[in-house]
């Protein structure tokens, strides 16, 4: 087979530290075979990071969820915790794949150490055993002496905004941006099949024998993504044809794509001029507009384009976008739908659709668009945001993670990522994490309220009581996001681990009661009122705090809070 003699020239590579051409090959393989998990084992041997090692390894798992190696190697990564079931790796059994693929007889195998470096497996377990070592000792080193010990008593996990908080997303450009670079981790593209394209060549023209070798010239340079000489190939073309729309089209999509908006704008107002009847240089001229002036008013261009012709999709995603710009979820829809009708595996019309449910707080439609934008081209970044929030929306804590984390290795400087990633490790209980990423959100620009309200939580669960104050405050004066129900709440945490019990139920009794709007705040407003009259030995008014509590909908109250009261009042519980 053609796989595995190239597999075979990828591990004699790696076995001759040619990682570059281990990696080209490898990543050859997983573009023929993308679910193919010793592909990603290898693969993870030839990438530049930790963090692509950890990647392609989750893949493995993903593909194998039973996979010893994948599952040892994210252990000495830092990316699984111990586990002692999982056993060790077979390095005298190999398996069958690894004997079809030994390349020297047993005769002639070296012994010791240089058995083991010589063997591919062997080899990978060493360099992932240092990397391991490597990232324990800077965490001994560096990291464990400075994290503060948990807080004698704290109200965790504590309670998380709810979905109305979350960081907004945006919007993407069908397809701005010229071909990826090898610069930072490997470019997911490089791993997978070929994506889908989002703008498809919508202008098919019949030229003359005379400028048809130049049109065929120009738009081989066009999809190869050859900017500069597209547009030199199709003004030779408008030179010939003067009456050629597309020609001006092509020139204007190529200065977009150079993000050149003056000069794409003026090319589709020539290409309008040549023809008046050319939908797409109304379209071409709508997203400039919005490039250039962010939600410029495009929607007459948009109209006109599909009146004149009603088949063509891209003004309807187009469309859709403005009034998702413009808070008119639904509107936007009926023409979403319209543009997914047109091209029914457009990834892109799918996270727009994603983008409308969101809006529309319907978490469960889009999931489901989403993901589908995501079977669809994996490699559309946005969209891994997109499901990280969602997932987190649904307490889907780990999808959640994997999905942001994968985000985050290529988009490093995205405020709201170090934002969701720290409020699922407030979940998690991870709060050294939590205050980390946190930070690092505040540093990218992203002082919110629920950002300094995530972070008092990691602060006050570290015992950093007047820090998580100092938060809770910036989180309600920053606006009253959910009628500052959480940060007040905060605060009455704060007292309560200060052990000042009376401030504790004056802060609940005076700030938080007013705001609780719901039984299941109304619940949890009793709790911690009961909480501060059993510190100050008010048990009298204690006893009534917990009885309303529990006479509120079962379906509200904590299972924990219940056994605490019913303790508390001596019923047994059931």
Same mark, same amino acid.
């Given at each position: ?32 075979? !993308? ?57 005298? $059994? ?13 005769? =002639? ?8 470096? &010589? ?27 400075? +994290? ?8 965790? #996990? ?48 019949? $030229?003359?024998?005379?400028? =048809? ?22 003004? !030779? ?32 107002? !020539? ?7 050319? =939908? ?24 006109? %384009? ?25 509107? *936007? ?22 983008? %409308? $449910?969101? =809006? ?5 439609? %889009? ?14 970044? #946005? ?39 720290? %409020? ?11 205050? !980390? ?20 939580? *990691? ?23 959910? $009628? ?23 802060? +609940? ?6 705001? &609780? ?47 605490? *009261? ?9």
């Amino acid at each position: 087979m053609p796989e595995d003699i190239m597999l075979k020239e990828a591990i004699e590579a790696l076995r001759t530290n040619d990682r570059t051409r281990a990696k080209d090959l490898l990543t050859r393989l997983l573009k023929t075979d !993308q679910n193919n998990p010793t592909y990603w084992i290898w693969l993870s041997a030839t990438v530049d990071t930790p963090k692509e090692r950890i990647y392609c390894l989750q893949t493995v798992l993903k593909l194998d969820p039973g996979n010893a190696t994948a599952k040892r190697g994210l252990i000495l990564l830092g990316a699984l915790p111990p586990d002692d079931s999982i056993p060790p790796f077979p390095l005298n $059994h190999p398996r069958l794949w690894e004997e079809k693929l030994t390349v020297v007889e047993d005769s =002639a195998k070296p012994k010791g150490l240089k058995a083991i470096w &010589a063997n591919p497996v062997g080899r990978l377990i060493f360099l992932l055993v240092i990397a391991g070592l490597v990232v324990t000792g800077v965490y001994l080193g560096f990291v464990a002496p400075n +994290v503060a010990s948990p807080a004698r008593r704290t109200a965790g #996990p504590i309670g998380t905004y709810p979905p109305s908080s979350t960081p907004r997303m945006t919007n993407t450009p069908v397809v701005r941006t010229t071909t990826p670079t090898f610069i930072g981790p490997t470019p997911l593209w490089m791993m997978l099949p070929a994506t889908y394209t989002p703008t498809p060549l919508y202008v098919v023209t019949e $030229h003359s024998p005379a400028s =048809a070798d130049i049109y065929r010239s120009a738009m081989g340079a066009f999809k190869k993504g050859q900017w500069e000489n597209a547009i030199d190939l199709f003004q !030779q073309l408008a030179t010939v044809e003067p009456s050629s729309a597309d020609a001006y089209y092509y020139i204007g999509e190529s200065y977009l794509r150079l993000e050149d908006y003056t000069n794409a704008l003026a090319a589709f107002d !020539q290409a309008i001029a040549v023809d008046r009847n050319f =939908a797409p240089g109304y379209y071409g001229r709508a997203i400039t507009r919005r490039m250039i002036s962010g939600n410029a008013p495009t929607l007459d261009d948009l109209d006109k %384009a599909i009146s004149l012709d009603p088949e063509f999709p891209l003004p309807y995603l187009e469309r859709g976008i403005y009034w998702l710009n413009n808070e008119s979820p639904n509107t *936007a829809l009926e023409d979403l739908e319209t543009a997914l009708e047109l091209m029914p595996d457009s990834a892109l019309v799918y996270y727009n659709i994603a983008q %409308a $449910h969101l =809006a529309n707080g319907d978490f469960e439609e %889009a999931l489901v668009a989403a993901e589908k934008a995501n079977q669809l081209d994996i490699t559309m970044l #946005p969209v891994y945001s997109m499901l990280g929030k969602i997932y987190y929306e649904n307490g889907q804590y780990e999808e959640a993670f994997g999905a942001l984390q994968t985000y985050n290795l290529y988009v490093e400087d995205d405020p709201d990522v170090p934002y969701m990633l720290g %409020a699922i490790y407030n979940q998690q209980g991870k709060y050294a994490e939590s205050l !980390q990423a946190l930070n690092s959100a505040v540093e990218l620009g992203n002082k919110t309220a629920p950002v300094y309200y995530q972070r008092g939580i *990691a602060y006050l669960n570290l015992s950093e009581l007047d820090l998580a104050e100092k938060d809770f405050n910036r989180s309600l004066g920053l606006g009253r996001i959910n $009628h500052d129900y959480y940060p007040a709440l905060g605060l009455a945490w704060v007292e309560y681990a200060k052990e000042k019990y009376g401030n504790t139920y004056v802060q +609940v009794q005076q700030q938080v009661r007013p705001l &609780a709007t719901t039984d299941a705040r109304l619940a949890e407003t009793n709790y911690w009122a009961a909480r501060a009259l059993e510190g100050m030995d008010r048990h009298d008014l204690a006893i009534r705090y917990w009885n309303e509590m529990l006479a509120l909908p079962d379906e509200v109250i904590k299972e924990e809070w219940r056994a605490e *009261a019913l303790q508390y009042l001596g019923t047994p519980t059931p």
